[in-house]
């Protein structure tokens, strides 16, 4: 920003296309400010403020309305290069058309395939402040299409021609063999993970145990250790398995000096503090014998300071045969503050790695990633600080991981928009921190009423293909934030209530070790305390309930698979409830996130009679069977904080 007052004021112009952004101040590099003067201050999904800025597109005045013979042109949007508006999934092409919110009453795809033409409703499958978002899959073939919608009397159309209330002359044309797709591996949608920290976890072998008294190195740092060991994972994994968690993701196992282990500073050997090789190969066979899967954190953006090469680089300075390894500003090379080299958010003990050179390229895609992967039969990896390694290094990487395991899956650490990084070309799916914002946001923090977290959350699907949305990694914790429990405000109701979204929509839930029994934490490290193996009633009930939860996920597909209906959002009374069909299959979701009992009324699932609870988030039994009433409304009465989850009662007849 610039100044021409001595640095009273400062400013900047920038050109804008419409759009919401968020914004700060950082003043001196360090002290980051929200705008007072800004429309509204948000919450990023990481715990950060920013300030809120919406671009109007011009035009957009005054405000739409459905039904009024206006359409506003300038919002309609169909951009082939762009995932969101085209892309493939198996055999059929995916076409979304935005146009402006609440401004039309219908949007219809025309399509020529060489012989006839034929129409196609477009629903609307999400939408945001602006702009509303009308989607449609089609056959995976040579096509012709244009979009028209409609308001009152009033038709326009979209074409390559661009928005027009003339008929237009032009097609869009669909190119079968060039559109993105996201092959996300197919047991992914299944999956329940689970988040390990080693370290953490289970103690199985004191022998092992890295010394406490003994200085970590000479730079002196400290760091507390508690012993854990991937013993301690082999020991508790049939603990897991009846907990219902299909898939391990450990943070970094192998060898470094600190807890955490995201500094490697030998990427070819299992820590030894951790039972080294044999422990780990150990585990991915006793994983394997019951079917389970495992997922590695790949920390490829930086290392450890007594990685070999550099500490070559320490020892011979400009001749090292690795200084173009890194990327060093100025000799000497020492571990100082300012490092001298770039590292991870400048913090020296952990250098960058030079992504552009080739040779540090061949070295984590054959002597790490490949020879891993040869060796031990896990099945994928999540990607530590994703963002800030270079996208042809990812792209390599991809190459590498699917050709050797083609169902190896790929997950980055992306904490925000994701869409540059899944399109196929780099990862299958992401952490999915704003997931986790939004549902923290209803539950946790009651900052936003059950209509907005419908509304966003669809936002939040739509964004990416199906595929990758039902296989996102969907959190309530991570070693990187608060603890579930502790930003519930130690509210066990909250807690489950959480639990409840988490294993009923779509994406494979992931559980951060302790969350299954309540554990507490704040900032790290108090949200890595070592795993409590002794909880208390509530914690012992908890687990108790997420099994359960977890049963009834793998016994129905249609929570798996299945499509996601809204029934209800009730702002008054804060309920939300939705069905989750697949195939014949249906699933009913009901949350209270109200602090008074509520009733209300339902469309019931098509041609059920009656429904069953199959589980309240409070354990108490509630009436065996509600009947549905004529009309097809079903009436209940559901505690203050509570959930159910609701089944048809099969009438008898399905059975033949
Ligand atoms: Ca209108
Ligand atoms: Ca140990």
Redesign the pocket.
């Known amino acids: 920003m610039q100044s021409e007052d001595g640095g009273r004021t400062w400013t900047l112009t920038l050109h804008l296309m419409p759009g919401v952004y968020q914004y700060k101040f950082v003043v001196n590099g360090t002290d980051w400010r929200t705008d007072p003067h800004a429309v509204q201050n948000v919450d990023d999904g990481m715990g950060n403020i920013n300030s809120l800025l919406i671009v109007e597109a011009k035009g957009l005045n005054p405000p739409a309305r459905a039904g009024d013979g206006v359409i506003t042109l300038s919002a309609l949007r169909h951009e082939q290069r762009e995932m969101l508006y085209l892309h493939a999934e198996g055999q059929n092409a995916v076409l979304t058309l935005r146009a402006r919110r609440g401004d039309v009453q219908r949007v219809v795809l025309t399509l020529h395939d060489g012989k006839r033409f034929t129409k196609r409703e477009m629903p609307r499958v999400a939408q945001d402040s602006l702009f509303a978002y009308y989607r449609v899959t089609v056959p995976r073939r040579p096509l012709q299409y244009l979009f028209s919608v409609q308001d009152d009397n009033k038709q326009a159309w979209l074409s390559p021609q661009g928005a027009s209330e003339a008929r237009p002359t032009r097609w869009f044309l669909l190119q079968p063999d060039q559109l993105p797709e996201v092959k996300v591996p197919d047991w992914v949608a299944d999956a329940v993970f689970y988040q390990i920290m080693p370290d953490r976890f289970l103690?199985?072998?004191?022998?092992?145990?890295p010394d406490p008294s003994k200085p970590l190195d000479e730079t002196g740092r400290t760091d507390q250790f508690f012993?854990?060991?991937l013993?301690?994972v082999v020991q508790k994994v049939d603990y897991l398995r009846e907990l219902g968690v299909t898939a391990l993701y450990l943070t970094p196992i192998f060898t470094s000096v600190t807890h955490h282990k995201y500094d490697t500073d030998d990427y070819t050997r299992v820590d030894p503090?951790?039972?080294g090789d044999e422990a780990f190969l150990t585990l991915c066979r006793e994983l394997k014998r019951r079917g389970m899967r495992l997922i590695l954190d790949g920390v490829f953006n930086h290392v450890g300071v007594h990685f070999f090469a550099f500490r070559d680089l320490l020892e011979k300075q400009e001749a090292s045969a690795y200084r173009d390894w890194f990327t060093v500003q100025r000799f000497p090379v020492r571990i100082e503050n300012p490092a001298p080299y770039s590292a991870w958010w400048g913090i020296p003990y952990v250098p960058k790695l030079n992504h552009e050179n080739p040779q540090v390229r061949d070295y984590l895609l054959n002597q790490v990633i490949l020879r891993w992967m040869r060796r031990a039969p896990f099945d994928g990896w999540r990607l530590d600080v994703a963002n800030e390694v270079p996208d042809h290094f990812w792209r390599e990487f991809r190459k590498q991981v699917k050709r050797t395991r083609p169902d190896a899956v790929i997950i980055g650490e992306i904490w925000g928009d994701a869409t540059h990084w899944l399109r196929g070309d780099m990862f299958d799916a992401v952490m999915n921190y704003p997931w986790r914002g939004l549902v923290l946001d209803w539950i946790a923090f009651r900052r936003i009423p059950p209509s907005v977290l419908d509304e966003r959350l669809r936002l939040l699907a739509m964004t990416y293909p199906r595929t990758v949305t039902y296989g996102m990694y969907n959190m309530l914790s991570s070693h990187d934030t608060h603890r579930l429990r502790t930003l519930c405000g130690g509210d066990w109701r909250k807690v489950r209530l959480a639990f409840l979204l988490q294993m009923t929509l779509p994406g494979a839930p992931a559980i951060y070790y302790g969350d299954e029994v309540g554990m507490e934490g704040e900032h790290i490290p108090d949200n890595r305390r070592p795993m409590d193996w002794n909880p208390s009633a509530e914690g012992r009930a908890l687990r108790e309930y997420v099994s359960a939860l977890i049963r009834l996920r793998q016994q129905q597909v249609a929570l798996r698979r299945g499509e996601w209906t809204t029934l209800l959002t009730d702002d008054r009374q804060n309920l939300y409830a939705y069905l989750r069909r697949h195939n014949r299959q249906q699933v009913l979701v009901v949350l209270n996130n109200g602090e008074k009992p509520a009733r209300l009324r339902l469309r019931a699932p098509t041609g059920a009679r009656a429904l069953r609870v199959a589980l309240t988030s409070d354990g108490s039994t509630v009436p065996q069977s509600i009947a549905v009433e004529r009309g097809g409304q079903l009436s209940l009465e559901i505690p203050a904080m509570t959930g159910w989850v609701l089944l048809p009662v099969p009438t008898g007849k399905e059975g033949l």
């Open positions: 103690n199985a072998d004191p022998s092992n145990d012993g854990g060991d013993w301690g503090h951790f039972g």
